[in-house]
């Protein structure tokens, strides 16, 4: 059974930089794509960055354009994302997702089948 770990979310303040990591166990990590969503308090849980199996393809949020890069490393079974110029508005809980591999990023939530429980990134003014 696939599962996902992740982590790397703390406290921090605007303009600063974050790693998150995700950790895929029980598959070969080259089956899946690999996508970082996050859910704020009272918002819809929505997809931040994906990237295919193979790391060709990505996808970002306009949001975060410029600012986040999402990279996998098969050998580890990991996934990054590198969170740079932090804002308050990024504050949210990170989620981790991964589906069967697909040519592009799909972008909606019910569309990925394997989640992590979450990591808390606060980004304070």
């Known amino acids: 059974q696939v599962q996902l770990v992740e982590f790397g979310g703390r406290l921090v303040q605007t303009g600063d930089s974050l790693r998150l990591s995700c950790v895929l166990s029980?598959?070969?990590?080259?089956?899946?794509?690999m996508a970082w969503f996050r859910q704020a308090p009272g918002k819809e849980r929505v997809i931040v960055a994906g990237?295919?199996?193979?790391?060709?393809?990505?996808y970002y949020t306009d949001s975060v354009k410029g600012r986040f890069t999402i990279s996998s490393e098969h050998a580890k079974n990991t996934v990054y994302l590198q969170m740079d110029s932090l804002k308050v508005e990024d504050t949210a809980v990170y989620y981790c997702?991964?589906?069967?591999?697909?040519?592009?990023?799909?972008?909606?939530?019910?569309?990925?089948?394997?989640w992590g429980q979450g990591t808390q990134v606060t980004v304070s003014s």
């Open positions: 990237i295919t199996w193979s790391g060709q393809n990505t």
């Open positions: 029980g598959r070969p990590f080259s089956v899946y794509n």
């Open positions: 997702a991964a589906r069967v591999r697909t040519t592009n990023i799909v972008t909606s939530e019910n569309l990925w089948d394997w």
